[in-house]
C-alpha cells in the first residue's frame, strides 16, 4: 500500500532522487520500506539505505527481491542506525507495526519533542557514524536522505569528513522549526557550504 501515492506525499523526494546525476551514489537514512531506496537504485544509482527497525527492515527487503531484477548490483541495505559513534542504541516503538510512525532513536519522545510516549516495544540497535561507515565501506556518497525522526544532530555530526568530502553534492533531510536539535543540525550543514 505503501508504494501507491508515493508522487503526491513526498514528490520532492522523487525530484531529489531524480536529479542524481549518472554514476551518483545515493545514501538513504531512514530507508523504512525501501519504497525510495528501490526507486534510486532502478534509476540505476548505487544505492545505499540504513534502516534499523527490524519490520521496516523486513519489508524492505522484501520489497529489494521482488524487485530484484530491476536494482541489480545497485542496491545494500543494511539494519543499522546511523548515529555520531559506534555504539549499542535503543529504538522505542510507539507501535510496534511495520511502515508505523513514531520509531525514535534513543528517546521514547515523538517527533518535535511534544509528546512523550510508553513504547511498546524497545529493540536494540547497532549504531555507527556515516564517517565510520564510509571508510569500512571505502565509498562516499553523492546525494544523500535523511529522514530519522529527531536522531538528525547525532547523524550529522557523525559526518564530517563525508560533510567535508568533494563526492558530496546534495543533501535532503527533513527538519523541525520547533525543535532545537534539528535547527542545529541544519545549522552544521550550512557551516560546510550547503544552503
Given amino acids: 500500500w505503501q508504494s501507491f501515492g508515493q508522487e503526491f506525499i513526498e514528490p520532492e523526494l522523487l525530484n531529489f532522487i531524480d536529479d542524481i546525476p549518472n554514476e551518483g551514489i545515493y545514501f538513504d537514512l531512514g530507508a523504512s520500506t525501501g519504497i525510495f531506496s528501490i526507486y534510486a537504485a532502478a534509476k540505476g544509482n548505487t544505492t545505499y539505505c540504513f534502516e534499523p527497525e527490524a519490520t ?6 522484501r520489497n529489494a527481491y521482488l524487485n530484484k531484477a530491476m536494482i541489480a548490483g545497485n542496491f545494500n541495505a543494511f539494519n543499522i542506525a546511523v548515529s555520531n559513534k559506534l555504539s549499542l542504541d535503543t529504538m522505542f516503538m510507539k507501535k510496534f507495526e511495520a511502515s508505523a510512525h513514531d520509531k525514535i532513536l534513543g528517546q521514547s519522545m515523538a517527533r518535535d519533542g511534544k509528546e512523550v510516549f510508553q513504547a511498546d516495544y524497545e529493540q536494540r540497535v547497532l549504531a555507527i557514524s556515516l564517517d565510520e561507515f564510509c571508510a569500512l565501506e571505502n565509498i562516499w556518497p553523492t546525494d544523500i536522505k535523511i529522514d530519522i525522526d529527531g536522531a538528525e544532530l547525532d547523524a550529522i555530526e557523525g559526518m564530517t569528513n563525508t560533510l567535508k568530502s ?30
Fill in 56 to 61: 521496516n527492515f523486513n519489508i524492505l527487503n
Fill in 166 to 195: 568533494s563526492s558530496l553534492k546534495r543533501i535532503f533531510f527533513e527538519i523541525s522549526e520547533v525543535e532545537e536539535s534539528s535547527l542545529k543540525a541544519l545549522e552544521i550543514v550550512k557551516g560546510f557550504g550547503f544552503n
